[in-house]
């Protein structure tokens, strides 16, 4: 063989093999600096996960923080599946990973038929369990669960608040995704029978939050962020259990609108007029206070939480979920659906929960990316057209399945590992879940309305492929659903062979069933993404007033200082103390700004008033104080307030000039951690027989009776003279726990803020 001969031998053995490797990654379906994914594997530095077949992948992923380096491990489909939607793609990996989601979905059913958190979390818990329903297991697990949400209903009928900072409800508020997620089963089944069951827990639930958790003056709803329920992890640690009440946040605002409007339209089903109109005039009520309080025009998306004491501020952080939720359920009118999504921050592996993380907090909420949450943005992605959007989050859920072999809960936002979190848990439920929106709800586009069964495909270029998905229930029909092309433009609809008009399954479809679908192979508009490094905000100021000054210590990376007054923007400074004239009173805040321009959680308020604004009254001198050993109280001793002891207390206080006061109660509540069970405190304020709404007195510890701490405040205008205040135990305030509900009083404050 001559050398010409051997060199174009040589040539075509290697276009051969170029060609064999080509076979077996066909495309790249995304690519950065961090990691890849194509159609047969996720490339991420060192590591390879590859998908043998559409039932086995295999990884060499090893976290970081173990020993333990390039040792392979495989995922292998061992349970049957067959009863559930099949897929077939030419992507073997999209197919792997969905079957492995559809066969973690298995494992997480319990023997009682209801469904399983995760592997680390035994047991139903109603914000996981309801964003799983809403999902894709309403209509991939119908009955159990009906079962899973009916296991969260209280004796007295309310939906049950999962626990959270302070003893659950009414500090955290999210428990009404409950009602979203009950409303999905029904449009997935048409089940009237169950709409009957489910709307007296979802109206009694309501009545209670309207009493208890809406806010008059915003027109917002009160409470913990929803499923960020780790108080230091998203939270100022000066916050206290009932600063987060009277907090309002972006995401359980968003699940109050949602839960609103569903029950709203469950009203007129169920022929309760007066409770739809009411219901979908308070859900607009917070629409419209969501776009109005927690909107950024220059950063182009929404803030985080509204937070302080009596004078309130918006953390300029992103919320992934809520952002999320603004766009899936139109809270945000379509121009502004787009702005969130082309600006909200996004990272390497993912959307982090929040943006800019905190400082001194290590990875759960803070710092660490959540595919469930990943799925909604997702949604958001393919809602607003955001090509671009929608593939990266993809990538990011596809990459931890992939690597880790299982959904897992959480992983770290700046390197993406699974085991650098503070806990984490493998075959998540609400992970998995979404996992499976990604073919149901995304590429193939399955909308379940009220009256039908609707499809809006999104399909990214890059994913362009010929998609079957098998064995899908609708109701009484099972239909095979063929999917062709790419982009979000339906040509044809077919039903049995014969072209619709609309891409819709009518209700009254029953026995087996072909639809086809042809995309328009048309490009997107050209949208963007905001992909930015992971930042990390300072370190909060810790204020204190010394000799007429307010003080800090000075903080690492800080040029300025932005001290606030009553809510507001008051003075610049890079000092690290500033005085205040004896002719200056109010609230005063501080914020540490870095060189970078990002800025730290304003620090805990300090209040100056004059003593003759704050007026207390000890509560043992108007009724029999309380024979329990507890300490540190001031005066002769407190008075006991439970079930039992002292339901209502009443007496007379003056103050002595025409104001506007903020009323709280330094109290004691060691019933429970303060993070989480379900004792917090609930009473009603009335002054002069009026009803000024909640007043909480949630956990300050376990066992902590000598720890006091002060109420959530209530304000109201007072003139000069005598004014009866009561605070009764009234049917609204009954708590996660019904059987104690309990607290001391030590005195009762009242300060003229204005």
């Keep these: 063989m001559n050398r010409k001969k051997f060199l174009f031998s040589i040539s075509l053995f290697v276009l051969g093999i170029s060609a064999a490797l080509l076979a077996q990654t066909k495309h790249t379906i995304y690519q950065s600096n961090a990691f890849s994914v194509s159609d047969t594997r996720v490339v991420q530095g060192k590591y390879t996960a590859t998908a043998l077949s559409s039932t086995e992948i295999q990884s060499d992923y090893q976290s970081p923080k173990t020993e333990a380096h390039g040792i392979a491990k495989s995922w292998k489909l061992t349970k049957d599946i067959s009863a559930f939607p099949q897929l077939s793609t030419p992507n073997l990996l999209e197919n792997a990973i969905y079957n492995m989601s559809v066969e973690e979905m298995e494992k997480a059913i319990e023997k009682d038929s209801t469904l399983r958190t995760g592997i680390e979390w035994p047991g139903v818990w109603t914000r996981d369990v309801s964003y799983s329903i809403i999902l894709s297991m309403a209509y991939m697990q119908p009955k159990v669960s009906q079962n899973s949400l009916m296991r969260k209903v209280n004796a007295n009928g309310r939906i049950i608040q999962d626990t959270g900072t302070g003893g659950a409800w009414p500090a955290s508020t999210d428990r009404m995704i409950w009602a979203v997620a009950a409303w999905e089963i029904y449009k997935v089944t048409g089940d009237k029978d169950w709409l009957k069951k489910v709307y007296p827990v979802i109206k009694n639930s309501i009545e209670d939050d309207i009493m208890v958790d809406h806010d008059s003056k915003t027109g917002l709803v009160k409470g913990e962020s929803s499923f960020l329920d780790w108080r230091e992890q998203t939270y100022p640690r000066w916050m206290q259990p009932a600063d987060i009440y009277a907090s309002k946040n972006l995401g359980t605002n968003a699940v109050h609108y949602r839960a609103l409007t569903v029950a709203g339209r469950m009203a007129e089903l169920m022929n309760d007029k007066l409770s739809g109109q009411k219901y979908h005039k308070i859900a607009q009520r917070i629409k419209m206070a969501i776009n109005s309080h927690f909107w950024i025009p220059e950063k182009n998306y929404y803030g985080q939480y509204l937070y302080g004491r009596n004078y ?443």
Excluded at 648 to 677: K, M, Q
Excluded at 699 to 725: D, K, P
Aim: net charge neutral.
């Design 312 to 754: 309130e501020i918006l953390s300029p952080r992103s919320e992934a979920l809520g952002e999320a939720l603004t766009v899936v359920f139109d809270i945000a009118d379509p121009a502004r659906q787009k702005q969130v999504v082309d600006h909200t921050p996004v990272v390497d592996y993912g959307i982090p929960c929040i943006y800019p993380q905190i400082g001194d907090i290590p990875p759960y909420h803070n710092n660490a990316v959540w595919p469930f949450v990943q799925t909604y943005w997702m949604w958001a992605g393919a809602k607003t057209g955001n090509e671009k959007s929608v593939v990266h989050s993809i990538a990011s859920i596809y990459r931890a399945a992939a690597m880790f072999l299982t959904n897992k809960e959480n992983f770290v936002a700046d390197n993406g590992d699974f085991a650098g979190t503070e806990i984490n848990s493998s075959n998540m439920l609400w992970s998995l879940s979404g996992n499976i929106s990604i073919i149901h709800k995304v590429l193939f586009g399955i909308r379940f309305e009220e009256n039908n069964l609707k499809f809006q495909p999104f399909v990214p270029k890059v994913m362009n492929a010929n998609r079957k998905l098998d064995n899908f229930k609708y109701r009484k029909a099972v239909l095979d659903i063929e999917l062709k092309g790419f982009g979000n433009r339906i040509v044809t609809f077919s039903l049995d062979g014969k072209i619709q008009k609309q891409p819709i399954v009518p209700t009254t479809l029953t026995g087996k069933h072909n639809v086809k679908i042809i995309l328009a192979n048309s490009e997107f508009e050209n949208q963007s993404i905001h992909l930015v490094k992971n930042e990390f905000t300072p370190l909060m100021p810790i204020v204190t007033v010394e000799k007429g000054k307010l003080t800090w210590l000075p903080i690492d990376g800080v040029s300025n200082y932005q001290v606030l007054k009553n809510g507001k923007s008051w003075k610049m400074t890079s000092a690290t103390s500033i005085a205040i004239s004896d002719a200056e009173k109010g609230e005063f805040q501080v914020v540490a700004i870095a060189k970078n321009g990002l800025s730290s959680f304003a620090g805990e308020p300090v209040h100056i008033y004059p003593p003759a604004d704050i007026k207390t009254v000890e509560i043992e001198k108007v009724l029999s104080p309380s024979a329990l050993p507890y300490r540190n109280f001031s005066g002769a001793g407190f008075v006991e307030i439970s079930r039992t002891v002292n339901r209502v207390i009443s007496f007379d206080i003056e103050v002595a000039n025409d104001g506007l006061y903020a009323i709280d109660w330094r109290y004691a509540n060691g019933n429970g951690p303060i993070n989480t069970e379900n004792k917090c405190a609930i009473r009603t304020l009335f002054v002069d027989n009026n009803c000024l709404g909640a007043q909480v007195f949630p956990h300050r510890g376990t066992n902590e009776w000598s720890i006091w701490g002060f109420s959530n405040a209530v304000q109201v205008r007072l003139n000069a003279g005598m004014h009866t205040l009561k605070l009764a135990f009234m049917p609204e305030n009954e708590n996660m726990n019904i059987e104690i509900n309990q607290a001391m009083l030590d005195y009762v404050r009242l300060i003229k803020i204005d």
